[in-house]
Structure formats: structure tokens, C-alpha cells
């Protein structure tokens, strides 16, 4: 029944195209042994072991995941709690506007969301830097760790839990050796979207920030502005690799695809 | 702690009550709040202070604080938002970025879920996965990557010249189709995930019916299938418009600058001019903007929670 016509195969393949030929021409541009970046030198090294004597940078990288480590955990114990609020809870009060919070901050311009986490570290008078940077990433970012976790609480099958719990378990052992084992996976690529996110942001970052907590994007981003420099082709050609890295290996232990059916779940946000 | 337990209404335990307390007074202190002040500071008059507004209460003062506050608000930095011709300019051109670009993402986006779709069984979580690898890096490294390929002297202008399909170089950087490539580029998922989601779980039967009938391909897919992915186009359609009215990183690198779209707008009034309250106000007009939108992608969130799967 399911015979690919050449429409289905050619919309697919230039669609992949599409995605793929910018990043593959990025991370070959990265090698050029020219300073021109529009004109090709020959296969080097040279950009990269440039980074390496680059302390600012390396400093950059240093914080920002610092910052994504802890703000990717704490958003996925947060997330986790709403998510189960959210599905197992039917209705308690306040619901509605819980699940707004949940939702609105999916698709809420960033431009927004940074201006106003800080204005209220400003008006809670408190030093902005790398801990307001941290609360800003684990709001914003528990969010879509719910949206994972929740479509996975919704699929599975609950009378292990009664089977538990029906034979003398308490809710609280219950949950810990039967729901918790059950969503790991959920749990394990909500942390990894939520360490991307953290990873990737500019502008909530840019807002938040203060001095001596000059994240990666901000770096980089200050940088760009100035124009294209084989330095940064060969940062975004790392950055690119850990990620491959760590996706390809992510979907080959659990079933990563299946997270992702739900929707937007398998996504970093822009 | 589960919903098979816990019958309405009754008496919840501690435990239960902290696992929603927890995530919902985090949300609700730097979610919720931070708009509250958003609102109150775009009320404000501006001030050469540091922070640089000046306050429209003062909590110490208590009730008494709260009366006058309430006579000090100023509607002057809306008034400015609807005097000057920039502002209105921004939020137009921001509108028009955002249509334009979710309608080409929608003619690009379904095609590709279409074959998504209909592709073997055993190859969908390969095509899925390839789908959305690129995103997982950083957009402002994709964004940077289309710098690479657009700037005068790039990889697209001299493909364009080897072939001799231009004489001159154009410009492709600091125009709007630059900013288009970009959005479209960044979002694509975001439409194609959704799309996908719903016409995945199609009824092939359906299909098969109207061929039996003597359906022809073309009008089963009018009749049948784009009826049904209906919920998908319309997310992909939500996700996608609602952030890209507010883009700021990809039109702050690949467009012009002689019309700026609203998140630059507010961005310049923050970082460059020091305007919080004029800031706060394009943030809270911003917001009214999308509200709609906002609200009715919430609702199809909660109607797919209450459908479960």
C-alpha cells in the first residue's frame, strides 16, 4: 500500500537538502586554511588550535554549560512534578491558569519573557549574572520538559501502579519503583532538550545577565554582528559535533523517536 | 499521588499538594509576576537613573502608596507607541514577516510531512530523526551558517555567477529574503513535526475506500487527507506565527535596518536607548497582539490532554 511516488521521495530529499547543506557547508568552511572566509585555502587545523589559546571563549563555554547542567536539572524535577499534576490530577483548583503558565511560555516571543524576568530581578534588587541566568533558562525550559514528560505519562499503562498499589505499596514507594523506572526515558530526553535549550539561548541570556556571565550564544553572537570570522566557524563546527554526538547516541539507548511523536515534544525551541 | 486513587474533591495528602505547589509557585513567581511588572513599569515615566525609570509605587508606602500610585500611572509611553510612525511601522512589518513566512512554511512544511508520512513504516524513525537532528544545534549557529552562504561574496553568488545566471552580485544579505530563508529555515520543524503527528495517525483505510470508489488521487487527498490533518496544520500554523511576530536574533543578523521588526524594536529601546518603560509598553502591546493566538493554541494543548493519545 505505502509505495513512495517520486513526489513523496523528491519533496523529502530537498527538504533534507534544504536542512542540511548550510550546517555541512559550515563545518567544512571551519577547515579553510584561509583568513578570507570566502575564498578556500586548503584543509587546516588552524581555527581550531586557535580556540584553544582563545581564553575568553573557553571561559564562555565554561559558564554556559554550567549554567545548562544546573538549569536543565532543575527544570526536569519541576517539569516532572507539573507533568504529573497536569495528568493525574484531573481538576484542582487553579488549574486553568497552571496549565497556561504551562503552555504560554512554548510559544512566547523570548523578547518578551527575557525583558520581564528582568525586570524583576531589578526590582527585586538582586546581582544579575550567572545565578538570574540559571532561574531565567530553568523557567523557561521546565515548561517543555512537561510537554515530554506528559506525553509519555498519558500513554502508559496505569495498572502497574494499581497492581503496586493494590498489594500494599505506598503511593510514595510506588512512584519510585514502578512510575519513575516506567518514564526514564521521558524524564532522560526532557533533561537533554532542556540542556540543548539552555545551551542555545541568546536572547533570554542577553537580558538576564550580568556582568562576568558571558554565555556562549552571547559571545558568539557579539561576534558575528562584526561579520564572519573562520574563529566562529570552527566553535559552531565543535558545538555541531557534541550535539550530533550526543543525539546519535541518545536514540540509539532509548527510543527517542517515540518521545517525539507527540508533537513538537522532540524539539528544541528555535 | 494518582489519579485512580484520589476521587474529586476529596482530601489530598502533603505530598500531593507540594507536587503541584512546587512547579506552580515557581511558574507563578517567574512567570506570571515578571508581567505584572512588565505592565507596571510601561506605566511609568522614564527617568536617568539606574534602573532607569521611575517607580510608579512604593511597596513601603502601603495603602496610602497604592492610591497615589494608582494616580501617578501614565499612559505616555503608549501615547509615544501611537504617535510615532516607527513603532506602528514595526508592528506592521512584523505581522506581515510572520504571515508571509507561516504560509511559506506551510507549502514548504507539508509536503515534506506528507512524505514523512507515506514513507515505509521502517524508515519513518530514520526520517524522523534526520528531521530534527539539525535542530538540536543552535539556531544561532544555523542563522550564522546562512550568513556564510549569503554575503556578497558567498557560496550562492558564486554558484550564481559560475552558471552565469547574474552578471553582478546581488545582495542578499539585509533584505527580506534573507530574513524569510532564515525564519523558514529555523521554524521548518515546528510545522512539519505536528502536520506529520496528525497525518501519521490517518486512517489508511479511508484512502482506500475513496479509490475503491473511484476516487481519483488528487481529490481523495482535497477530500480526504487535508480535511484531517486539519489539528496539525493548525499547531504547526501557531507554533510557528505566534514567535516568529517576536523574532529578534534572525532579523537582527539577516535583515535590514531601515524597518525593524518589533522584537528589534524592543530590543533597541532596551539595550541601546536605556527606555525601559517605552520597552515594557512595546512589550505589552506585543502581547495584546498575540493574545488571541496564544489562548487558542493553549486550548488545542489542553483538548489533546483531555483526548490523551
Known amino acids: 500500500m505505502r509505495r513512495a511516488s517520486w513526489f513523496n521521495v523528491g519533496s523529502l530529499a530537498l527538504g533534507l537538502a534544504f536542512l542540511y547543506l548550510p550546517i555541512v557547508i559550515l563545518v567544512i568552511y571551519s577547515f579553510n586554511g584561509s583568513r578570507l572566509v570566502t575564498v578556500w585555502g586548503g584543509w587546516s587545523m588552524r581555527w581550531y588550535a586557535e580556540l584553544i589559546n582563545d581564553r575568553a571563549m573557553l571561559e564562555s563555554a565554561w559558564v554556559t554549560l554550567r549554567i545548562a547542567l544546573l538549569s536543565a536539572s532543575a527544570a526536569t524535577v519541576l517539569g516532572t512534578l507539573a507533568a504529573i499534576a497536569l495528568v493525574r490530577f484531573g481538576r484542582f483548583r487553579g488549574r486553568v491558569l497552571f496549565s497556561g503558565m504551562i503552555y504560554a511560555p512554548l510559544v512566547m516571543p523570548e523578547v518578551i519573557t527575557g525583558l520581564a524576568l528582568l525586570l524583576l530581578f531589578v526590582a527585586i534588587d538582586v546581582d544579575r549574572g550567572f545565578w538570574t541566568i540559571t532561574i531565567a533558562h530553568t523557567t523557561l525550559i521546565m515548561c517543555f520538559v512537561t510537554v515530554v514528560v506528559q506525553s509519555r505519562l498519558l500513554s502508559f499503562d496505569t495498572s502497574l501502579e494499581e497492581a503496586a498499589m493494590d498489594l500494599g505499596c505506598p503511593p510514595l514507594k510506588t512512584f519510585l519503583t514502578v512510575t519513575l523506572p516506567l518514564i526514564a526515558p521521558a524524564l532522560a530526553s526532557g533533561w537533554m532538550l532542556a540542556?540543548?535549550?539552555?545551551?542555545?539561548?541568546?536572547?533570554?541570556?542577553?537580558?538576564?545577565?550580568?556582568?562576568?556571565?558571558?554565555?556562549?550564544?552571547?559571545?558568539?553572537y557579539s561576534e558575528v554582528r562584526l561579520g564572519v570570522k573562520p574563529e566562529i566557524n570552527a566553535i559552531c563546527a565543535i558545538?555541531?559535533?557534541i550535539v550530533a554526538v550526543g543525539i546519535v547516541a541518545a536514540s540509539l539507548l532509548t527510543k527517542f523517536h517515540d518521545v517525539g511523536r507527540g508533537g513538537i515534544a522532540g524539539l528544541p525551541a528555535h | 499521588m494518582h489519579g485512580a486513587m484520589t476521587k474529586r474533591g476529596e482530601h489530598r495528602s502533603w505530598g500531593e499538594r507540594l507536587i503541584v505547589l512546587v512547579p506552580y509557585l515557581w511558574l507563578t513567581a517567574f512567570f506570571l509576576l515578571p508581567f505584572l511588572i512588565v505592565l507596571k513599569i510601561s506605566l511609568s515615566h522614564t527617568a536617568i537613573a539606574q534602573p532607569p525609570y521611575a517607580p510608579v509605587f512604593d511597596p513601603a508606602a502601603g495603602w496610602s502608596g497604592v492610591v497615589e500610585a494608582v494616580s501617578a500611572l501614565s499612559f505616555e509611553n503608549y501615547a509615544l507607541l501611537g504617535s510615532d510612525w516607527l513603532y506602528l511601522a514595526s508592528y506592521l512589518k512584523s505581522l506581515e514577516i510572520a504571515a508571509g513566512s507561516t504560509l511559506l512554511l506551510l507549502?514548504?512544511?507539508?509536503?515534506?510531512?506528507?512524505?514523512?508520512?507515506r514513507a515505509p513504516r521502517r524508515w519513518q524513525p530514520v526520517i524522523f530523526v534526520l528531521v530534527v537532528l539539525p535542530f538540536w544545534t543552535s539556531f544561532l549557529i544555523r542563522i550564522y551558517a546562512w550568513i556564510n552562504i549569503l554575503q556578497r561574496d558567498g557560496l550562492l553568488n558564486q554558484l550564481l555567477l559560475a552558471l552565469r545566471i547574474v552578471d553582478e552580485p546581488p545582495a542578499w544579505l539585509s533584505t527580506d529574503t534573507a530574513v524569510y530563508i532564515g525564519i523558514v529555515y529555523t521554524y521548518l520543524p515546528f510545522m512539519v513535526l505536528p502536520i506529520y503527528a496528525t497525518l501519521e495517525k490517518m486512517d489508511q483505510t479511508l484512502l482506500e475506500a475513496a479509490a475503491d470508489l473511484g476516487c481519483p488521487n488528487w481529490k481523495a487527498f482535497w477530500l480526504v487527507t487535508l480535511p484531517l490533518s486539519r489539528p496539525g496544520v493548525m499547531a504547526g500554523t501557531l507554533?510557528?506565527?505566534?514567535?516568529?511576530v517576536g523574532e529578534f536574533v534572525i532579523p537582527d543578523l539577516l535583515g535590514s535596518s531601515q524597518t525593524m521588526m518589533i522584537g528589534q524594536?524592543?530590543?533597541?529601546?532596551?539595550?541601546a536607548n536605556k527606555d525601559w518603560p517605552v520597552a515594557s509598553a512595546v512589550a505589552v502591546v506585543l502581547l495584546c497582539l498575540l493574545v488571541v493566538p496564544i489562548v487558542v493554541y493553549e486550548q488545542m494543548q489542553t483538548r489533546d490532554l483531555a483526548g490523551g493519545r
Not at chain 2, 239 to 244: D, T, Y
Open chain 1, 195 to 220: 540542556f540543548t535549550l539552555s545551551l542555545d539561548d541568546l536572547v533570554i541570556a542577553s537580558f538576564t545577565t550580568g556582568p562576568g556571565a558571558t554565555t556562549l550564544p552571547i559571545r558568539i
Open chain 1, 239 to 241: 558545538l555541531i559535533a
Open chain 2, 107 to 117: 507549502l514548504i512544511g507539508f509536503p515534506i510531512a506528507y512524505g514523512m508520512a
Open chain 2, 239 to 244: 507554533l510557528c506565527f505566534i514567535p516568529i
Open chain 2, 265 to 271: 524594536t524592543l530590543w533597541a529601546e532596551f539595550f
